[in-house]
């Protein structure tokens, strides 16, 4: 049977996965305006072949076969409508190329799908956070071949690919005299500019100067006259020095951000970045962007995350996650070691001095970046915390070192403010602490409503005293690993433990006295009738308009770690509630007034669910509350 009868024998035809069907529709659909992209995310493609070859030669250089001038070349067929890039990297092979080019690989990306469709503008943002790699090609191109050799198969083993960008594929064995990939793009009708030899010069000057291989085109020969020879030869069109290696001062913004997406996939411009070469006891470079958009994947647990790694210029590995903790992980970039070995492994970094170090220093790096941005840029700073503050929020319990300089980049909502925007820091909360204030004031709840209206508040208001606002789910748990700030501990205002009495006037003190004092037959009944349902039943003055709140003391869970226990399928102790009353509220006082022990238990039924109802949200036993209610109204 001869190679070519061979070929066609192995053809197969098959479906794209569902996922990729949708980002094929959607891409198309959504990048119209920026068509040219494809061409950067082709040749990213062929640098990170190249480097994965290189990569490997490592530890057998034999690997090149006499062909290690590692480069992209791109070519155009006029007649045919085709333009071509084609690399010598590693390669693929067939079934390489069916699990790379017909599925996406990466975990969550159908609940990414569900939530796209509804907005086109929306839509190519998240595309753009998604990465279209490969598939961008067709939005250029309505055929799409790829030939493949890959540097572990023999020159009969190449795979041939070919999609119109529809519903399918064909996969068939080819032979394929050289390693590595080629990309034939059958160009749309109108979309033939990118034939244009000046075109594709100008599109790689602007996306692809920083890849480290030459990207080169087929130019004609000319003679001393500048007329054309006929003959032709491959120019190199790239500057094909790695960025990172470069003088700082002579690397311009647009390429910082340019290599900013080749390296993360993604579309938006960094908001920040840092490059730094450091001498001595440590030799590396690294090159740390801050994004300017959340990836859509922040919170999905198997998303990578890391640097990429390279050691004396070579390429070692992508999502190198040691080198970051994970509550930096939105950081990108990579790190250029020169301490570390050629063959070190994902094993041998994991408890290495060097990799310690490299560690330590990037997260300073980073924090820096974030505090510089927090004093100087504050509407920049406004971005990264709305895009990433609920990661850096992992920060204090992760990272006990740094856990200061942390806390002085956390953003809160406050009673300083009108709205719920997270913006107070907490040097402008110590900034306007009353007084002799020595705790830092705060709320936890569900929601921000739940917290800017909780009786809690109701004392600090009336002291014109600053309350943080916190209403995330990961706020409890973090607040449990900040004990103070400059200083100043942190204090939870549900907290049996509040005393404002220093800022009370003495009249007011001579006042609660007395109250306390003739109230104190009223507590006893309270006590006698709730039993040990309760933990304590107490008078307070911290009210203006609520009768009663229930609090915990010290060594009582809050609500909030409660429920936060119970949402992640803990089992939670009961918390035990002090129930405190307002003798200054009219409906105490008619509590107070009832004489017939029966009626007094209503009271104390209904006044504890409310108390209940505003702390948690919901009553164990609502129909016994009711109840309570009910009867005090028909007598009412
Ligand atoms: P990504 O690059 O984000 O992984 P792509 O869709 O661009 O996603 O590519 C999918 C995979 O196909 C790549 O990870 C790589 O394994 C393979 N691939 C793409 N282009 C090439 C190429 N030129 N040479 C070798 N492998 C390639």
């Not at 970051?324 to 250029?336: A, K």
């Not at 409503?449 to 009786?455: E, L, R, T, V």
């Not at 501990?489 to 006037?505: H, M, N, P, V």
Request: with cysteine; net charge negative.
């Amino acid at each position: 049977m001869s190679e070519q009868a061979q070929a066609v024998n192995n053809q197969e035809t098959r479906g794209f996965q569902s996922e990729v069907k949708q980002l094929l529709h959607l891409m198309i659909h959504s990048l119209y305006s920026n068509k040219e992209i494809f061409l950067r995310e082709l040749i990213s493609n062929a640098s990170d072949a190249a480097d994965k070859l290189r990569f490997q030669a490592l530890s057998n250089p034999n690997i090149y076969n006499g062909d290690g001038e590692l480069r992209v070349r791109l070519s155009v067929d006029a007649d045919k409508g085709t333009l071509t890039i084609s690399d010598n990297g590693i390669g693929m092979t067939r079934e390489d190329a069916i699990s790379h080019l017909g599925t996406i690989a990466k975990s969550g990306t159908a609940d990414f799908f569900a939530k796209l469709g509804q907005d086109e503008s929306k839509d190519s943002q998240l595309i753009g956070q998604f990465g279209v790699g490969f598939y961008s090609a067709f939005i250029v191109a309505d055929k799409v071949v790829v030939r493949s050799r890959s540097v572990d198969v023999a020159a009969d083993q190449g795979v041939q690919w070919e999609s119109q960008g529809e519903g399918d594929y064909t996969v068939a064995t080819i032979t394929k005299e050289t390693r590595g990939t080629e990309i034939e793009l059958h160009l749309r009708d109108d979309e033939k500019e990118f034939l244009d030899e000046w075109r594709l010069r100008s599109i790689v000057g602007k996306y692809s100067d920083h890849i480290s291989i030459p990207v080169e085109i087929l130019t004609p020969e000319r003679d001393d006259e500048g007329k054309e020879t006929g003959e032709s030869k491959w120019e190199m069109i790239n500057k094909a020095q790695a960025l990172w290696t470069r003088n700082k001062a002579d690397i311009s913004d647009e390429e910082f951000k340019e290599f900013y997406k080749h390296i993360s996939h993604d579309f938006a411009e960094p908001l920040k970045w840092s490059l730094n070469r450091v001498e001595g006891k440590q030799d590396y470079t690294s090159l740390l962007y801050i994004p300017s958009k959340a990836p859509w994947d922040l919170f999905n647990r198997d998303q990578k995350q890391g640097l990429k790694l390279y050691v004396q210029r070579v390429f070692i590995m992508d999502d190198a996650e040691q080198f970051m903790p994970s509550y930096l992980r939105f950081t990108r970039g990579l790190i250029d070691s020169n301490d570390l070995p050629l063959n070190v492994s994902r094993e041998i970094l994991q408890d290495n001095k060097v990799t310690q170090a490299l560690r330590g220093a990037c997260t300073k790096r980073v924090l820096s970046m974030l505090e510089r941005m927090a004093n100087n840029e504050p509407e920049q700073y406004a971005t990264f915390w709305k895009e990433f503050g609920l990661v850096l929020k992992e920060g204090p319990a992760e990272d006990h070192s740094n856990r200061e300089k942390i806390a002085s980049l956390l953003r809160f909502a406050s009673t300083h403010n009108d709205d719920n925007s997270q913006n107070v820091s907490l040097s402008a909360y110590l900034e306007r602490a009353k007084e002799g204030q020595d705790k830092i004031y705060y709320i936890t709840a569900d929601s921000y409503a739940a917290a800017k209206n909780s009786p809690h508040l109701e004392q600090f208001k009336a002291k014109g005293i600053e309350v943080l606002l916190l209403s995330d789910r990961i706020d409890e748990w973090m607040m449990s690993y900040l004990p103070e700030f400059d200083g100043k501990a942190f204090q939870s205002i549900s907290k049996a433990d509040i005393d404002l009495g220093q800022f009370d006037s003495e009249e007011e003190k001579a006042q609660h006295k007395e109250a306390e004092e003739t109230f104190a037959s009223v507590l006893e009944r309270t006590k006698t009738y709730l039993g040990d349902r309760v933990k304590d039943v107490r008078t307070t003055f911290k009210l203006s308009n609520t009768p009663a709140i229930v609090v915990t003391d010290g060594e009582e869970m809050t609500t909030q770690m409660a429920k936060l226990m119970a949402a992640v399928g803990q089992q939670a102790p009961e918390v035990k509630y002090i129930f405190e009353l307002n003798p200054e509220h009219a409906l105490i006082k008619q509590m107070a007034d009832e004489a017939d022990e029966v009626r007094f238990g209503r009271w104390v039924e209904m006044l504890l669910g409310q108390a209940l109802l505003a702390e948690k949200g919901s009553l164990e036993d609502p129909s016994q509350f009711l109840a309570a209610m009910n009867q005090l109204l028909e007598t009412a």
